[in-house]
């Protein structure tokens, strides 16, 4: 997996991109739904890095798009703030 860049989309959005570097070995539904969980937990326990602290503050919805290697998107996983807060 490689991380290609990040972006503030909106005002309240801010997306990582990444694409894979080998085909991924589960279906995107499968992938979101494990995926998802681990990113949550990842955040709330980073939940006093000062850029973590202004995505919170700032209520931003966290995008991550994961593309396969021809540059389709694999998939998307959103995270509100209410999901990522420790509060």
């Known amino acids: 997996l490689r991380q290609d860049k990040e972006d503030a989309i909106s005002k309240s959005e801010y997306k990582y991109y990444y694409t894979f570097t080998q085909d991924p070995a589960v279906s995107a539904e499968e992938f979101v739904r494990s ?3 681990a990113l949550t937990l990842a955040l709330q326990s980073a939940s006093n890095a000062d850029d973590i602290k ?3 503050k700032d209520k931003i919805t966290l995008v991550y798009a994961y593309y396969k290697m021809d ?3 694999f998939a998307e996983i959103k995270i509100k703030p ?3 807060s420790n509060k």
């Open 54 to 56: 202004s995505f919170q």
């Open 71 to 73: 540059g389709s998107l």
């Open 82 to 84: 209410e999901e990522y």
């Open 35 to 37: 995926t998802k969980v």
